[in-house]
């Protein structure tokens, strides 16, 4: 049996399009015409493999249709729109979409996408880390009444006896940048190895992951002391001195 997908968008015309090629590419397929419809069957049968919604899904708007996906499942989501503009690639990533593909689109693409997204592994499995002998913990922020702790392994991030909800892009984000204190990565970089390998997504991808990330485990995200941009080149992780 295929991986399952489904597709949610109120034009059958771009649902007949994505529906016949994934089948051809051995995907079990499931469409919605509405993202209510959508959500019902996520609630009646559990969430599919990989997701894709346009950002046309009838009375409710796309972003609120992905923050409620986001409240229970884990599931990779890609966005289809006909809109280039960066505000609704960020407020689409930022309800927490995973990719945004703009219209036309080559079905190439499309697949060699979701490909991308499927082979990323779920929080606490993550193959092929540059780190060579990870330690169970590693201390962000030495904060004496609330340090805030990242485990690779155990696939979690603390703020104290508190746990951080981070999506699975943001863990691996702050997992590479882990690895390498110090060090700046590049949004090329980051988007190859916290994505996958050869994957070819936009570079605004890794800012929007970022910010999210920031906002999380800074104590101010509008000065960030962590995760530190350095403008022209990328992004660095600064240990506790």
């Given amino acids: 049996m295929g991986a399952s997908l489904m597709i949610v968008g109120d034009d059958f015309r771009v649902r007949d399009t994505l529906r016949l090629a994934m089948e051809q590419e051995g995907y079990e397929v499931a469409e919605a015409g509405a993202a209510e419809v959508a959500l019902e069957r996520l609630r009646s049968n559990g969430a599919p493999d990989v997701m894709i919604v346009d950002m046309l899904v009838g009375e409710m708007?796309?972003?609120?249709?992905?923050?409620?996906?986001r409240r229970a499942h884990e599931v990779p989501i890609m966005v289809v729109s006909a809109s280039e503009d960066t505000h609704d690639v960020v407020a689409a990533l930022e309800a927490g979409a995973d990719d945004f593909v703009t219209k036309p689109f080559e079905i190439k693409e499309i697949s060699a996408r979701m490909r991308a997204l499927r082979r990323r592994p779920r929080l606490g499995a993550l193959p092929d880390d540059p780190m060579s002998d990870p330690p169970a913990e590693i201390v962000l922020d030495a904060d004496d009444d609330a340090p805030l702790v990242l485990s690779p392994d155990g696939g979690v991030v603390r703020r104290g006896d508190e746990q951080i909800p981070l999506t699975i892009t943001e863990f691996r984000l702050l997992?590479?940048?882990?690895a390498n204190p110090g060090r700046v990565l590049s949004r090329t970089l980051l988007l190859e190895r916290a994505w996958d390998e050869g994957f070819f997504g936009d570079e605004r991808l890794v800012d929007v992951h970022i910010r999210r990330l920031r906002t999380k485990i800074e104590s101010d995200s509008s000065d960030p002391r962590i995760v530190v941009t350095v403008r022209g080149l990328g992004y660095r992780l600064d240990m506790p001195k």
């Fill in 175 to 178: 997992c590479e940048l882990a």
């Fill in 61 to 69: 708007d796309a972003f609120t249709c992905i923050r409620e996906v």
